[in-house]
């Protein structure tokens, strides 16, 4: 009998899960969460719709986190792992956010591949939408979850992280208001640990996007994140998004240059804009089957570029002028 495995297979599993305003999604979180050898912990950031006391009656110990900082989900993250270690920290902590739900088996999976593999620091699953035929935007963002499976660079905010790695990182970056998880992956990777995503469910997200203007101002936020983790990090053989960050400038320096050289200098400047649908085609065209939702994904990507570039902009003013960044909100 391998008592080793046994006892492994007793030992508590942390989960961790952070919210604000998440309603029935934050229940059906926190059910999906619930089971045996799982100790909960629920950092709640300033809820008013009852969050914190329904959490509780399900059985979460509840974190209120300290609004008078601000507030950034790699704050929330960081309280809640801290939670465990007047406990004694558990050698597993999920982290799931609070408008997702934890696939049936997926902490089990992860779990064992984890302990089947000390090398690595984090193993993430497949994340799926709960309604992509609601909109084409929640369609869209399903299909982005859907990254490759094997040995990877960074995983999301759903991710079964063992703690000691997180410890040998330092956790994750408090000021981060976006994009905390790959930063974190970052450091973890400098530090010799390796992260995994597996062919497995893991959790299903509702990200309730309706309008052009939360999957432009998510673009924001994306460009935000590109630019501030590819400078706290440039120069390093790990470095992350310092392409992406690029990329959003000159796709919007051709765009102005385009727009303005042909109305102020000459018309021929126009036919810059010709790259963007070349562009569009290029990207739809590599998908396998083409469909409509391949076109429709390829322009909204190059359509969000100037955002992406706006909060690259955005991350550096506050930078120079040493302002703390305030978290950019698409959800409704």
Known sequence: ????????????????????????????????????????????????????????????????????????????????AQRFETQGAPALIQFVDGDCEIAPGWIETAAAFLRANPKLAAVCGRRREKFPERTIYNRLVDREWATPIGETQACGGDVLMRSSALADAGGYRDGLIA?????????????????????????????????????????RRA????????????????????????????????????????????????????AYPLQIARMAL??????????AHAALIMAQKPWEAAGAVQYWLAHIRGKDRRIIEYKK
């Open 1 to 80: 009998m391998d008592t080793h495995s046994d006892n492994a297979r007793k030992d508590p599993i942390g989960i961790v899960i952070i919210g604000r305003n998440e309603g029935a999604r934050l229940i059906a979180c926190l059910k999906s969460a619930a089971g045996e050898g799982r100790v909960l912990v629920y950092v709640d950031s300033g809820s008013t719709d009852g969050s914190a006391e329904a959490a509780r009656a399900l059985g979460a110990d509840v974190v209120a986190l300290d609004m008078d900082k601000p507030f950034t989900a790699a704050r929330a993250r960081n309280v809640g």
């Open 223 to 274: 460009g935000h994140a590109f630019a501030e983790v590819s400078y706290l990090h440039r120069g390093k053989p790990q470095q992350i998004w310092a392409r992406e960050t690029l990329r959003a400038f000159f796709w919007t320096g051709i765009g102005v240059a385009g727009l303005l050289g042909g109305a102020g200098i000459h018309p021929a400047l126009f036919f810059m804009l010709l």
């Open 286 to 295: 590599r998908d396998r089957p083409v469909t409509t939702d391949s076109w």
């Open 179 to 219: 994009g905390e998880e790959p930063e974190l992956c970052v450091r973890l990777r400098e530090a010799g640990w390796r992260i995994h995503r597996l062919d497995a469910e893991m959790t299903a997200h509702d990200i309730a996007m309706t309008t052009l203007g939360q999957w432009l101002k998510r673009a």
